[in-house]
């Protein structure tokens, strides 16, 4: 699509740079071979069944998101402290919504993001992607979708990455199924990350793999590595627009808060801010549209 508005010199719209962003989210989706996904908007908020992701599409993007060392760095902290600058100015703490105590006993977590949307009925799941220690010094990478409740979800994760341990050294061997909709484990290619040719990953454990889904706030992590590719400088400023202040998870922004691409990330990895996701979407959407109009 061309955005040719005469963009270099004219502000560009709210609208258009959102739009510009979600365009280049849905051709990143291509170039990494996600067959069964779609997005419609940055933050995974509710939306509609357009929005989707399968689980073997949500390893494969987490797979090529390990590649990214700003997110890597920040996907498995638990808290994180920073000040909002602009009329009113703060200092806050965010703690991630990874909360797995059960999986930790047994598992490492490398990283990892939740999704969940409940009240619509159509759309309505619980959801996560994880990167956890498996046998042999190697990474297991896990995306379940569709559970009914978060201790649904985290019981059937734990259960799915066991299964995987077991079938890792007897493939032959008989495991049980899991309650959610949708799962699938692989390991973590040892050598480079998820190239956009190397679209094949063999899963070890799946259920429903390719039966796509609303994935809500595993969206988050598309839009986390989409804006790395056209923001480089993490210590650039954000100012939070009134377009931006999307109700939901992390709603704790005002308009004419000033933030940087790193808190933004932060915020958006963590407790899962919809208006921190919008704000880079638009931020970044502008300079896609920039870039297309030189």
């Known amino acids: 699509m061309s955005y040719n508005h005469g963009c270099d010199s ?19 989706v291509k170039k990494m071979g996600l067959s069964h996904s779609n997005f419609i908007e940055p933050a995974g908020f509710p939306s509609t069944i357009e929005h989707k992701m399968s689980t073997r599409d949500m390893v494969k993007m987490a797979i090529h998101a390990s590649g990214y060392k700003e997110l890597a760095g ?28 059960i999986i930790e006993n047994d ?15 159509e759309i309505d799941g619980y959801h996560m992607v994880l990167i956890t220690s498996a046998p042999n010094d190697r990474k297991f990478v896990i995306a379940i979708r569709g559970a009914s409740t978060e201790e649904e979800r985290c019981k059937d994760i ?23 909709d949708s799962v699938a484990v692989c390991l ?10 190397q679209h094949d990953i063999p899963l070890i454990y799946s259920k429903n793999a390719d039966m ?15 804006a790395l590719d056209y923001m480089k400088n993490l210590d650039g400023k954000i100012v939070i627009q009134e377009s931006d202040i999307t109700p939901g998870m992390g709603y704790y922004f005002e308009v004419g808060d000033i933030i940087s691409f790193r808190d933004a990330l932060y915020s958006m990895m963590l407790p899962s801010s919809n208006t921190s996701a919008t704000a880079v979407a638009r931020t970044a959407g502008e300079k896609i549209v920039r870039q297309m109009n030189r």
Do not use: C
């Not at 004219?10 to 990143?28: D, G, P």
């Not at 920040?74 to 402290?81: A, V």
């Not at 598992?107 to 009925?121: E, L, Q, V």
């Not at 973590?188 to 040719?197: F, G, I, K, R, V």
């Open 10 to 28: 004219l502000i560009i719209s709210a609208e258009l740079a959102k739009k510009a962003f979600v365009e280049e989210m849905n051709h990143k």
């Open 74 to 101: 920040i996907w498995n902290k638990k808290s994180y402290t920073f000040n909002i600058e602009g009329n009113n100015s703060r200092e806050i703490t965010i703690n991630t919504t990874v909360t797995l105590p």
């Open 107 to 121: 598992y490492y977590i490398y990283g990892g993001k939740t999704g969940a949307i409940w009240g619509t009925n």
């Open 158 to 180: 734990k259960a799915s990455l066991d299964y995987a341990k077991l079938l890792l050294n007897h493939p032959e061997a008989t495991v049980e199924g899991i309650a959610s």
């Open 188 to 197: 973590l290619p040892m050598h480079q990350s998820l190239s956009y040719e």
């Open 212 to 226: 796509a889904g609303h994935p809500a706030s595993v969206t988050k992590i598309m839009t986390a590595i989409t």
